[in-house]
């Protein structure tokens, strides 16, 4: 599974949902489907874009949020996942793009390749709705799941290491970050 | 009992409340527990427990996007942990953020593993041009939180106050 071939089937799901995503490919390649100002990419701080998501679900408990993590993120935020686990905001839908690689900076393996299991971790860690897929068909009906869940699920997608030939985009971060909080503040 | 003081955990509290905050994250230290056990009993307050400090920025970071004022418990070790996060988010994305830190390792402090830490806060805010003002006498405590919120919503800026050891600290 590519995982821009994964973003463009929920894509439409997307229109009316708080999206948090990482750096690098993932907000690269949402950008390149059709940036809204409902996304906010946060290019760097890595680890921390499911904390994002977890201060926004908490403020804003009427609107759903669905964050697009990495897996190398993730490894280095382990903690935040017990800290989502605590608090299980029923609104927030937490997607684990897992290409068992730090892509952005040079594609080196991460622990994902020799093993160690992501959903496996944030069950343990708590998490109420956890699941991993590995094709196109599987992650849209599982997404879909998630969303009409209203429990805090965590969802490892599979996918490929390839992505975009760059990833700086026209969308400066402060636009981005500014039209974002006027999006939030207006809805 | 603890020799932390209640009277002036309270004071820092009330003026946190004073001042619009509805989030707290934390990270349970000594001279913090009676500031996070004061937010989890207010029913007003939404209180995140961490499991490391750098979490705090991005889940301030949200809760700010979204419109709610929030601030940050943690020891002066916590802002050691929590600098790539407060470089990378807040200051890349101007960010505000108030930061309420106890200045664990400097004069009187007893636990030799605190002093290390304690001999390079100041430097550290300082090398990160982070605005911060030191609360040691309950006297300017909630003025000294309001004009610190003020600047770090006015410049978009990460600020701090770091709580010492006069303050927080009953001796005996």
Not at chain 1, 124 to 137: E, H, L, N, Q, S
Not at chain 2, 110 to 120: A, H, K
Not at chain 2, 138 to 154: C, D, N
Request: charged fraction near 20%.
């Amino acid at each position: 599974m590519l995982r821009i071939d994964a973003l463009r089937a929920v894509y439409d799901r997307l229109e009316h949902r708080v999206v948090v995503t990482i750096m690098g490919a993932v907000a690269a390649e949402l950008q390149s489907l059709g940036h809204r100002p409902n996304f906010f990419y946060l290019q760097h701080a890595m680890g921390l874009a499911s904390s994002m998501g977890l201060g926004i679900a908490l403020t804003k408990p009427d609107r759903q949020v669905v964050v697009f993590d990495g897996d190398g993120s993730v490894l280095m935020n382990l903690g935040g996942l017990t800290t989502l686990a605590r608090y299980k905001p029923k609104n927030l839908v937490h997607v684990v793009f897992d290409n068992e690689s730090l892509l952005s900076v040079g594609g080196f393996p991460t622990a994902t390749s020799t093993g160690s299991d992501l959903a496996a971790i944030a069950a343990a860690a708590g998490v109420p709705r956890t699941g991993a897929v590995r094709t196109i068909a599987e992650f849209t009906k599982a997404f879909d799941e998630a969303l009409s869940a209203g429990a805090l699920t965590t969802l490892v997608a599979k996918v490929d290491a390839v992505g975009p030939a760059q990833f700086v985009t026209d969308l400066s971060l402060l636009e981005n970050r500014f039209q974002f909080q006027r999006y939030l503040k207006s809805t | 009992m603890s020799p932390v003081s209640v009277t002036s955990s309270r004071i820092v509290y009330d003026a946190l409340k004073a001042s619009g905050v509805r989030l707290v994250s934390a990270l349970p230290e000594t001279w913090l527990v009676h500031l996070i056990r004061m937010a989890e009993e207010d029913p007003e307050m939404i209180l995140v427990r961490l499991a490391k400090e750098e979490e705090g920025v991005g889940i301030s970071a949200g809760a700010h996007l979204a419109g709610v004022k929030s601030a940050m418990l943690m020891q002066n070790h916590g802002l050691l942990a929590s600098i790539n996060g407060i470089v990378s988010c807040a200051q890349l994305y101007r960010i505000p953020l108030l930061m309420l830190i106890s200045y664990r390792g400097e004069f009187g402090e007893r636990d030799p593993w605190q002093t290390e830490g304690g001999g390079v806060t100041e430097d550290l805010l300082r090398a990160l041009r982070i605005p911060f003002s030191c609360l040691d006498n309950v006297s300017h405590v909630a003025p000294r939180i309001a004009k610190a919120q003020t600047l770090s919503l006015s410049a978009n800026k990460p600020v701090a106050l770091l709580l010492c050891r006069d303050l927080m600290w009953e001796e005996r």
